[in-house]
């Protein structure tokens, strides 16, 4: 499992201006280097995830799209160990919910409430929105600023909220 030191080092190879795929490289270095099995076996599988799409589509996986591959990420792990959960495999809900916090090591901080209503308020202003039939222009709007820092269900339901 992940160790105080795993995350310290991590949080000070955050702080430089460096991609992300490339701060996610240097995690699983020093998870390597510590022997967190654990911990490499998820890094590998992000790092995976970047070199899949990035020989299927031939392209260079940015920060903007690592942060959508990391995001989808979670969001198969939860859908999992809530199934896991469901079937009363509780061994493998747990392996799924530690990838998760892995992962999740790698996301922005999710966004307030508050903040969610801020963002939702002013795409519905500066998209002109005034019906439900209008939604796609907001959320438009909305996703890339709150990508990897909420739930685009969530963000949906709230948005759905406020133009019904």
């Given at each position: 499992?992940?160790?105080?030191?795993?995350?310290q080092l991590?949080?000070?190879v955050a702080?430089?201006?460096?991609?992300?795929?490339?701060r996610?490289n240097?995690?699983?270095?020093?998870?390597?280097?510590?022997?967190e099995?654990?911990?490499?076996?998820?890094?590998?599988?992000v790092?995976?995830?970047?070199?899949?799409i990035?020989?299927?589509?031939?392209i260079?996986?940015?920060?903007?799209?690592?942060?959508?591959?990391?995001?989808?990420?979670?969001?198969?792990?939860?859908?999992?160990?809530?199934?896991?959960?469901n079937?009363?495999?509780?061994?493998?809900?747990?392996?799924?919910?530690?990838?998760?916090?892995?992962?999740?090591?790698f996301?922005?901080?999710?966004l307030?409430?508050?903040?969610?209503?801020?963002?939702?308020?002013?795409?519905?202003?500066?998209?002109?929105?005034?019906?439900?039939?209008?939604?796609?222009?907001?959320?438009?709007?909305?996703?890339p600023?709150?990508q990897g820092r909420?739930d685009?269900?969530?963000?949906?339901?709230?948005?759905?909220?406020k133009?019904?």
């Open positions: 499992m992940s160790t105080p030191l795993g995350n991590y949080m000070t702080m430089s201006n460096t991609s992300l795929k490339d996610i240097d995690a699983l270095k020093t998870a390597m280097r510590s022997r099995k654990e911990r490499v076996a998820v890094l590998r599988l790092m995976a995830e970047f070199k899949r990035e020989v299927d589509e031939r260079e996986v940015d920060d903007t799209r690592a942060l959508a591959l990391l995001d989808k990420m979670v969001k198969q792990r939860r859908d999992s160990e809530q199934q896991y959960r079937a009363g495999r509780d061994e493998l809900a747990a392996q799924e919910a530690y990838e998760i916090t892995e992962i999740a090591v996301l922005p901080a999710a307030s409430t508050e903040e969610l209503d801020q963002i939702i308020a002013k795409a519905i202003a500066d998209a002109g929105v005034t019906g439900a039939r209008d939604m796609g222009k907001a959320m438009a709007l909305i996703k600023q709150v909420a685009m269900g969530d963000v949906s339901k709230l948005l759905k909220a133009l019904g």
